[in-house]
């Protein structure tokens, strides 16, 4: 299917495209789109492990003043910069040189599933986790995530119906104020977070609630009505409304058992383990959303149970039964590891299929010689 999206954002129509339209110029023409995609992740992916080096339980920002240095904040605010501006242009690049493919689409769309975790679990680190004075609690950060991720969701839940992605504004909103906090946070330190600036409240309170009214008010209606709108003009991909709600099925089952894993356990692993659990949170759910994104792209019909609901039910109820006792730790640790390794291997297998498929390599601009 011929991919398109809608961009009605005027921060992005009108700031940072021309900005994106001058750095274009300067990326050779031998480069693959592809490779600048990739390009950005691998940043993301150093930055996040970078903080959690300094930061794995959330709590370096807590302190005054703060335990991760300066230029750690200041690189972040660099790679989120240039991710963004990387994750921008590719698709502007495929069309500069001619080389705009399903696979293009594909690895965009399945890296910003789960770059999109990344970043959120990449910022907490800035607000720190709630220590009875400041920060935020790792209830909150779950809910926060889950959020994000609903919202990333619909973009493409309406694309599975429409044919059209319509770009959340979220998306360059989020960008611009996540490269703000991090150079705000090294240019200022971590008190900026710890001292009320506004009427005894803090500015994560103020993000929370802008994030939240984003997503409620703005980003699910615009959704809605997007849907109604193809369904009135008659050009919704699917005639049954089992047909257009199947890809919610999956996501929201997903969520429903790592909400249960979250209260119910015996262990609190949420507060114990809240870089990993969040991690995985991010992974299972980038996971889910690719299916969704080819069934989307191939106009086939996924399937109702994602495979991995399965393995996770069994975890999740192991752990809240009482059964794993002092180890839900360790298995936490075990699960996430196989399924980070299982997305990446699903990952790659997708690539290699549709590279051979289309006769395409996926970091080369040059054809594929055929057998």
């Given at each position: 299917?011929?991919?398109?999206?809608?961009?009605?954002?005027?921060?992005?129509?009108?700031?940072?495209?021309?900005?994106?339209?001058?750095?274009?110029?300067?990326?050779?023409?031998?480069?693959?789109?592809?490779?600048?995609t990739f390009s950005g992740f691998v940043m993301i992916l150093v930055n996040y492990f970078l903080i959690s080096f300094y930061d794995w339980d959330y709590t370096a920002s807590g302190?005054?003043?703060?335990?991760?240095?300066?230029?750690?904040?200041l690189f972040s605010a660099f790679t989120t910069f240039c991710a963004y501006a990387l994750d921008s242009i590719d698709g502007k690049h495929a069309r500069r040189t001619q080389s705009s493919t399903p696979l293009g689409e594909l690895f965009d769309h399945g890296l910003d599933s789960w770059a999109t975790s990344i970043f959120v679990l990449s910022f907490f680190s800035v607000c720190s986790r709630d220590n009875g004075k400041t920060g935020v609690s790792v209830y909150t950060m779950y809910m926060y995530l889950s959020i994000v991720l609903f919202n990333f969701m619909c973009s493409h839940w309406e694309k599975y119906n429409t044919g059209v992605l319509f770009?959340?504004?979220?998306y360059d909103i989020s960008q611009v104020v996540l490269i703000a906090a991090y150079l705000l946070t090294g240019a200022f330190g971590v008190e900026v977070w710890q001292k009320p600036f506004l009427f005894g409240y803090?500015?994560?309170?103020?993000?929370?609630?802008?994030?939240?009214?984003?997503?409620?008010?703005?980003?699910f209606p615009q959704t809605l009505y997007n849907i109604h709108r193809a369904h009135l003009k008659k050009t919704l991909k699917n005639d049954s409304l089992y047909e257009g709600l199947l890809?919610?099925?999956?996501p929201l089952l997903l969520f429903l058992l790592l909400t249960v894993w979250v209260v119910l356990s015996p262990g609190n692993i949420l507060a114990k383990q809240p870089r990993l659990f969040l991690w995985m949170v991010g992974v299972a759910f980038s996971n889910v959303i690719c299916k969704v994104i080819i069934c989307q792209m191939s106009s086939t019909q996924p399937e109702l149970f994602h495979w991995f609901l399965f393995p996770l039910a069994l975890v999740v109820y192991a752990a809240t039964s009482g059964l794993l006792g002092w180890t839900e730790e360790a298995v936490l640790i075990v699960f996430s590891l196989l399924l980070t390794a299982a997305h990446v291997h699903y990952g790659v297998c997708v690539g290699r299929q549709?590279?051979?498929?289309?006769?395409i390599y996926i970091f080369s601009l040059k054809k594929r010689v055929q057998e």
């Open positions: 299917s011929q991919y398109s999206a809608v961009d009605t954002n005027p921060l992005s129509v009108y700031i940072m495209q021309p900005i994106w339209n001058k750095i274009i110029k300067i990326v050779p023409l031998w480069i693959a789109p592809n490779l600048l302190t005054s003043p703060g335990l991760v240095p300066t230029w750690v904040w770009l959340p504004w979220g803090y500015i994560t309170d103020a993000l929370v609630v802008l994030l939240i009214g984003f997503s409620l008010f703005l980003s890809p919610l099925v999956s549709l590279s051979e498929h289309l006769n």
